[in-house]
């Protein structure tokens, strides 16, 4: 019962977020303001040093997925469903092309209304990127995951962390900090990576082969992760 309940919720998000996106018109509008924010987020999240990511982290992060606006909660039994994007390192540790993704699942304990999250994900390793290319991954059961430590300071709390394939985040309501996820299911979404590049392009060709060039759209999110965490000399 409860997992058709959950279903029934994670359901409710999704049409809700349809209902409120603007109509398609078969350009790039609406993975060009999903990046747009993507970038406004980490941003906004990097610009409290004491409260933002471990900068030490980042520069060990094979990838960076951030969920803007992803819808959280439910009645009786809450869910989540959010769309988002990922970029990963090269091997002179730039960033790639964009890739896009959705991320839905149930959360149970009692909840009443809704509300908007932004979402982070940090891929600490291969393992990590393997699960992130596949056609979709359960978080915490096909790859390890912890709630992220928080602050430039945070570095002693992740011994026990750096055995995470992710790291996760969330902010709500103007507070950040570390949000587990185990159980939220993680999607390719091949239909935003057709929409935004105008041919069909899987995850494994845009974030592991990298060879597809970064869009102008995309470059404010790269410089803002490159300004935050730059490539190695």
């Known amino acids: 019962m409860k997992h058709l309940i959950a279903s029934f919720a994670l359901t409710l998000l999704a049409v809700t977020a349809a209902i409120g996106a603007p109509p398609r018109r078969g350009d790039r509008s609406d993975e060009t303001r999903r990046l747009k924010r993507a970038s406004e987020v980490f941003t906004e999240i990097m610009a409290s040093p004491d409260k933002g990511i471990p900068v030490n982290l980042l520069d060990k992060a094979e990838c960076v997925a951030i969920v803007p606006g992803m819808s959280k909660g439910g009645i009786g039994v809450g869910g989540r469903y959010g769309k988002g994007v990922v970029m990963c390192r090269k091997g002179d540790r730039s960033w790639t092309a964009p890739s896009f993704l959705t991320v839905e699942g149930g959360s149970f304990g009692l909840q009443l209304g809704f509300e908007k999250v932004d979402l982070i994900m940090l891929i600490m390793n291969r393992h990590g990127m393997d699960?992130?290319?596949g056609d979709k991954f359960?978080?915490?059961a096909?790859?390890?995951a912890a709630a992220g430590p928080v602050g430039r300071n945070a570095?002693?709390?992740t011994d026990v962390k750096l055995n995470a394939e992710i790291l996760t985040y969330s902010r709500a309501k103007g507070l950040f900090g570390g949000l587990a996820l185990n159980g939220a299911v993680v999607k390719?979404?091949?239909d935003d990576n057709h929409s935004f590049y105008g041919r069909d392009l899987d995850a494994r060709q845009i974030l592991i082969d990298g060879s597809?060039?970064?869009p102008a759209e995309a470059r404010a999110l790269a410089v803002t992760l490159s300004r935050t965490s730059p490539a190695k000399e």
């Open 131 to 133: 699960a992130l290319i």
């Open 138 to 140: 359960t978080v915490g």
């Open 142 to 144: 096909d790859a390890a």
């Open 155 to 157: 570095s002693a709390d």
């Open 188 to 190: 390719q979404d091949r």
């Open 212 to 214: 597809v060039p970064m």
